[in-house]
């Protein structure tokens, strides 16, 4: 930077922390201060944005891998709390701070400068190329403002190809209000898209639970019990003691009754994701629901189409029942005796699933 530049950069800066000075007076100090001139405030504006990535008047570099970052404690200050109170040491020979990133941003270079330029001058180009990696940051960070601006950009980039990756950084970053925009996208020709991939079937059980929990997602309940069942059977031996935590948040009663007959008991009867213990408790859950069915939701019903207090109910009266099964002695099913205490089916607990007979009588 020339002499002349240089000058103006430090008279900038000057003027700068002089305004800053005078925002952080006392209430009654602030009182006596003039209004700003839009004109000046303006030019000020301008001529401090040329601070930006300017190592001479620098107080702080910003550590991403093997890149530096030149930056001011107080710019950083203005945009983000968390960003001075991380990992800081202080370099002798600069003398000057040393903030180093996470790990995570080591790879994302150029992301962070963009970013800290826009510290600078309230501006940044966020595109679906870079607005992930600028969410991410603003949000481990906490850059309000740019998180608010960057939300809008990701929220209309869900889709069955995108969905994976974004529900993935939702729950990495712990934001409810991403994760939300997801599941809401979850529909039905996004639901048979993701599921057909074997990114599916790889899916962490806490992920398919919170998919299977919501009741944001546009889905026929039917699609939802598939779902479920597909993730499970993937692995039978590795997630057995998982199912009947997730077949528990399936909505049984917002299944038609020629679905839980063809699908669902058939499932239940034949799948060997699932011991017998949990073929019983799924057996009570599942005739209890087709009972409170009959009062009619119709076919494909999503439980998206519930009032809030009507699905909490539903999932509350699921929970109470598979309490009740599993302290359950036994029952019947048809003319089939199911009593885990009798003799007389000896294949109940067997290795292969048990046959519970005539489904007429359990779904009446």
């Given at each position: ?64 891998g093997?890149?530096?970052?030149p ?35 080591s ?36 850059v ?8 809008p ?59 299977s ?115 359950s002695?036994?029952?019947s ?32």
């Open positions: 930077m020339n002499n002349r530049k240089h000058a103006q950069v430090k008279s900038a800066y000057k003027a700068w922390q002089s305004a800053l000075a005078s925002e952080s007076a006392s209430p009654d100090t602030k009182k006596t201060q003039p209004k700003l001139n839009d004109e000046w405030q303006k030019n000020l504006v301008t001529r401090l944005s040329l601070l930006q990535l300017d190592d001479g008047t620098s107080d702080v570099d910003i550590i991403v093997e890149h530096k970052i930056s001011h404690k107080t710019v950083l200050l203005l945009n983000s709390d968390l960003l001075t109170a991380g990992e800081i040491s202080y370099n002798s020979k600069s003398q000057k701070m040393e903030i180093e990133l996470l790990p995570e941003f790879a994302m270079f150029e992301i962070v400068k963009t970013v800290i330029q826009s510290f600078y001058t309230g501006k940044i180009s966020v595109s679906h190329e870079n607005a992930k990696g600028i969410y991410k940051f603003a949000s481990c960070y906490s309000s403002w740019l998180t608010e601006q960057t939300f950009i990701l929220k209309g980039m869900i889709n069955a190809q995108t969905f994976a990756e974004l529900f993935d950084l939702a729950q990495n970053l712990s934001c409810k209000s991403l994760t939300t925009a997801c599941l809401q996208k979850f529909d039905e020709k996004l639901a048979a898209a993701m599921t057909s991939t074997p990114e599916w079937l790889e899916q962490d059980y806490y992920r398919v639970k919170l998919i929990l919501s009741t944001d997602v546009q889905i026929p309940e039917i699609k939802m019990f598939e779902m479920v069942c597909k993730w499970l059977d993937h692995k039978p031996l590795e997630r057995n003691s998982l199912s009947l935590s997730l077949l528990s948040n399936i909505h049984f009663d917002l299944i038609d009754h020629t679905n839980l007959i063809n699908q669902v008991f058939t499932w239940i009867n034949n799948s060997n994701s699932i011991d017998d213990k949990v073929r019983l408790n799924l057996f009570k859950i599942v005739s209890t629901s087709s009972q409170k069915n009959k009062l009619g939701y119709p076919a494909g019903f999503s439980r998206s189409k519930l009032s809030t207090q009507e699905s909490a109910s539903s999932t509350s009266s699921t929970v109470s029942t598979v309490s009740t099964a599993s302290s002695i036994g029952f099913f048809g003319s089939v005796n199911t009593n885990p205490n009798s003799q007389s089916n000896s294949g109940l607990f067997g290795s292969g699933p048990t046959n519970f007979g005539n489904t007429g009588s359990l779904f009446g």
